[in-house]
């Protein structure tokens, strides 16, 4: 496995794999990789060359202090990589929000406005800006996002969509720990007992489902759940029945819809969603 902070020998490194006609898939990460990221590194198409950033990027950051308390583990994060077979690892050195900002009049799709794009006013610029970076770089054939994040997702698809149409993006299953919480790099930064706690999350998610397939109005269900997570100390900042297709509010029609969340528990954001 190669490892470089170097945007150039980077970009080297790729022409190498293409001249030699090599396949390749990128993994872009913020690093502090866990069970979800190996997930991921998984869904790489056999045969292709894997590999991986590692870049903590300021640009997607709403709250400094969350940028500067932004779980960091790098040399075992490249142990991790190692043992998932990661060819090469691009880690940048420091802030690269200078090279990597420079386009200007950037018009995004509607549903970046809506749920965390509410909330985090520019958190779906910086991650758009960072991602065509690296995509300008590679030019991957396929490249590896997870569901947990579904409306970046749904961006990361929409730019492949306009600018790299010869890219695959491989959307991968959220992976959950015994809590069924959606495993996240913010999880270490929770106590013991509320990490216990997390399991309200999914199960309230899971019992919408169930009561909305049932026939429940959304509007009470959303109202009653949201008290039993408050009631739990599970403050939210959203919870929204929407389409999977456009992330508008879900009216009473079902059909291609998820349940999304977005809460703090010991003033750590955790975000979630399941399919209906
Ligand atoms: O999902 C993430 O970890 C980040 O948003 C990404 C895609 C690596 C861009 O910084």
Request: charged share 25%; glycine share 4%; proline share 3%.
């Amino acid at each position: 496995m190669q490892v470089t902070n170097n945007r150039e020998s980077f970009s080297d490194k790729i022409k190498e794999y293409k001249s030699r006609g090599d396949k390749i898939t990128l993994i872009p990460t913020m690093g502090n990789l866990h069970q979800g990221h190996q997930v991921l590194f998984s869904k790489a198409p056999k045969n292709t060359v894997k590999v991986a950033t590692i870049y903590v990027n300021p640009l997607q950051f709403t709250d400094d202090d969350d940028y500067q308390n932004y779980p960091k583990s790098f040399q075992t994060d490249l142990e991790v990589c190692r043992k998932n077979d990661i060819s090469l690892v691009y880690a940048p050195d420091g802030d690269i929000s200078h090279e990597v900002g420079t386009e200007k009049n950037i018009d995004l799709p509607k549903f970046t406005r809506y749920l965390c794009g509410q909330k985090r006013e520019g958190h779906f610029l910086g991650v758009y800006k960072i991602v065509k970076y690296f995509f300008n770089i590679v030019y991957p054939d396929f490249a590896c996002f997870g569901k947990k994040d579904f409306q970046q997702l749904l961006l990361i698809k929409y730019l492949a969509n306009t600018y790299f149409p010869k890219t695959r993006i491989i959307d991968v299953d959220t992976v959950r720990d015994a809590n069924k919480i959606a495993l996240s790099s913010r999880l270490t930064r929770l106590s013991k007992e509320s990490l216990s706690s997390t399991c309200i999350i999914y199960e309230t998610l899971h019992n919408m489902k169930s009561e909305l397939l049932k026939g429940a109005t959304i509007d009470n269900l959303k109202e009653e759940s949201v008290e039993y997570l408050e009631s739990n100390g599970i403050h939210v900042e959203y919870l929204d029945v929407r389409s999977l297709i456009t992330l508008e509010e879900a009216t009473d029609r079902l059909k291609s819809c998820g349940i999304f969340i977005a809460c703090y528990l010991d003033d750590v954001r955790l975000i979630d969603n399941i399919e209906i």
